[in-house]
């Protein structure tokens, strides 16, 4: 099999004859750049700059030659974008290293802190010494009327979260037809030139996205103040969201194999809401749009990101139409693999899982990382349904030698 037959399979619940590997096909299987640096000269890559191409978490393009050195069976949509260094401009991450990152991000420095800006020069994110990504500071709608609200300034307020100050390759394109033809085109490129699967991120965050306007702790009280209210904003989400849907997927379809969308929905310890609140709330409005998506493209799967320990979860999300969940935090409650597989192996996906990001790879030796990441491999081998990821994004100082460890070992018993 190549890397786009193999991830397919796994996606089908056949057996491929390895298990994948994605690294760096969405923004949470990705690496810091301080770390991708260090990952390139222990693999004797000395071509090419560091493109940080999330500007917030401060992630790297992950090039071909370190994607072929480490087997990776994926690639992200956005790579079929910003090749010319009129893109890029030059920075230095906090480790002195340095890179180039987008010239659309918005920089300024005040005395020893980075701040990020939103288009009118507004301060939407900072990142202080000793911290290695850029952290929200302005939620938009904290101080608005949420009771009373029609959420009609639901897109202005938009314009001043921190991610639309950090645009990521492709983001930049519009709605309009010149847009739409130019990310339809850019896909074809990219698939016409890679043996990998790819996935398109989109989004559609149904509860992150209001976290991010009214900040998280106003946003979970009025869940349960205002029902009705919630369940309004998620019409009023949902909505928009497909709206966009039926423009943009028909314009990458044809060459995608996964949609992406993320609403982080677990803490370590469960789920963040109710499994109740979560079908009130949110299940009616991913169904709608995992439907829509099944409409327009039936070929592509449809992939969450979301954190934490969402097992109640799950069986709400599979019903809603979802084939593959992504982190799979394994450290969480509810969330180790033998578990997961025995309850929902055949019916989803586990696209991650592979080893411990919150513990284990930054903290542990090589022979345990090794030994991890064995037995994640030996619990799910041989039966489709799983991509192999570590949990989470490789944060900038994970030591080298656990990185490739957790490499080396993937690669040998996959």
Same mark, same amino acid.
């Given at each position: 099999m190549n890397s786009h037959a193999r991830v397919r399979a796994a996606l089908e @619940?056949?057996?491929?004859? *390895?298990?994948?590997?994605?690294?760096?096909?969405h923004r949470s299987s990705g690496i810091s750049a301080m770390a991708y640096a260090r990952l390139k000269r222990a693999l004797g890559i000395t071509s090419g700059d560091i493109y940080v191409y999330d500007m917030m978490q401060q992630l790297a393009i992950i090039e071909e030659p370190v994607l072929t050195a480490l087997e990776v069976d994926t690639v992200e949509l956005g790579r079929a974008f910003w090749h010319a260094e009129r893109f890029w401009k030059e920075w230095t991450l906090p480790?002195?290293?340095?890179? *180039?990152v987008p010239t659309s991000a918005n920089l300024a420095r005040r005395g020893e802190e980075w701040y990020l800006l939103a288009p009118d020069s507004t301060p939407v994110g900072v990142q202080k010494p000793g911290c290695d990504f850029f952290e929200q500071i302005l939620y938009p709608l904290a101080e608005?009327?949420?009771?009373?609200?029609?959420?009609?300034?639901?897109?202005?307020?938009?314009? @001043?979260?921190?991610?639309?100050?950090?645009?990521?390759?492709?983001? @930049?394109?519009?709605?309009?037809? *010149?847009?739409l033809a130019e990310l339809s085109e850019g896909a074809r490129r990219l698939r016409?030139?890679?043996?990998?699967?790819?996935?398109?991120?989109?989004?559609?965050k149904m509860i992150e996205g209001p976290q991010a306007l009214y900040g998280m702790e106003n946003y979970l009280l009025y869940t349960a103040l205002y029902p009705e209210q919630i369940i309004r904003l998620s019409e009023v989400l949902c909505e928009g969201y497909c709206k966009s849907l039926r423009k943009w997927l028909p314009a990458?379809?044809?060459y995608i194999d996964l949609i992406g969308f993320g609403d982080d929905l677990g803490t370590n310890n469960g789920p963040m809401i109710?499994?109740? *609140?979560?079908?009130?709330?949110?299940?009616?409005?991913?169904a709608r749009m995992w439907r829509l998506v099944k409409e327009l493209a039936p070929h592509v799967k449809i992939l969450l990101h979301c954190c934490g320990g969402i097992e109640p979860l799950l069986e709400d999300l599979i019903e809603a139409g979802l084939d593959a969940v992504n982190p799979v935090q394994i450290s969480a409650r509810g969330m180790q693999l033998e578990t997961l597989k025995s309850k929902y192996g055949?019916?989803?996906?586990?696209?991650?899982?592979?080893?411990?990001?919150?513990?284990?790879?930054?903290?542990?030796?090589?022979?345990q990382v090794r030994d991890h990441v064995r037995g994640q491999i030996e619990i799910m081998k041989g039966e489709g349904g799983f991509v192999f990821q570590q949990v989470h994004n490789i944060i900038g100082r994970v030591p080298i030698e656990n990185i490739m460890a957790m490499f080396e070992t993937v690669i040998r018993f996959r």
């Open positions: @619940h056949r057996n491929p004859d *390895k298990i994948p590997i994605d690294f760096g096909g480790d002195g290293t340095p890179c *180039k608005s009327d949420f009771e009373h609200t029609d959420f009609s300034d639901i897109g202005a307020a938009s314009a @001043h979260s921190m991610r639309a100050a950090a645009p990521v390759p492709g983001s @930049h394109l519009g709605m309009d037809e *010149k847009g016409a030139s890679t043996g990998r699967a790819i996935q398109a991120s989109f989004g559609g990458v379809a044809p109710s499994p109740e *609140k979560y079908r009130l709330y949110y299940k009616p409005y991913h055949g019916r989803i996906t586990f696209w991650g899982g592979g080893c411990d990001t919150q513990t284990i790879l930054p903290q542990g030796t090589p022979d």
